[in-house]
Structures are given as structure tokens and as C-alpha cells.
């Protein structure tokens, strides 16, 4: 492997944790989810309306929600943009 291309590895990675980081940060402290305490890329919020749980993987989010009053709660479309470094 180049130097290179190491160092692209090593940005992107470190890049990627960082979307990762950000994204449970802003779960747990805008939406007050959980973190799963076996598994911390697994977090979960349970309300009135219904359970969510976002399972996080590398630079990929799985969602689901118990019914879509609970997904439309989440507004993880609004969230996605701010999380979004393309977007001004």
C-alpha cells in the first residue's frame, strides 16, 4: 500500500467515526434515545407513541420505527441534512 493511500484510508476513517459520533450525540441529546449497554452502536427511544431503534454501522444507519406516527417524530430527514457536509 502507498503512503497515500494509507493516509486516504486513515482520513476517511477517521472521518467516518466522526459522522458516528456526531450522529449519537445528536440522537441522544435532541431525540433522547438510549444507548444500548451490550452494544453501543445500538440505541433506542421509546415514547407514548411508539419505539424507535437506530443500529449504526461504519457510515450506515438502519431505522426502524414501530409505526409511522414514531417515524415521522424522529424527522431523521431534517436530521440526515444536518448531518450532511455537502450542504451549506
Request: with cysteine.
Amino acid at each position: 500500500m502507498h503512503a497515500s493511500s494509507a493516509f486516504q484510508q486513515s482520513w476517511h476513517c477517521s472521518r467516518v467515526r466522526a459522522f458516528c459520533e456526531s450522529f449519537s450525540q445528536i440522537l441522544l441529546e435532541t431525540r433522547q434515545f438510549e444507548k444500548c449497554i451490550h452494544d453501543t452502536t445500538l440505541l433506542r427511544r421509546t415514547t407514548n407513541r411508539g419505539t424507535s431503534y437506530v443500529c449504526q454501522y461504519v457510515d450506515d444507519a438502519l431505522v426502524i420505527a414501530s409505526d409511522n406516527n414514531t417515524w415521522e417524530e424522529l424527522q431523521i430527514g431534517a436530521l440526515m441534512v444536518t448531518l450532511d457536509p455537502h450542504r451549506a
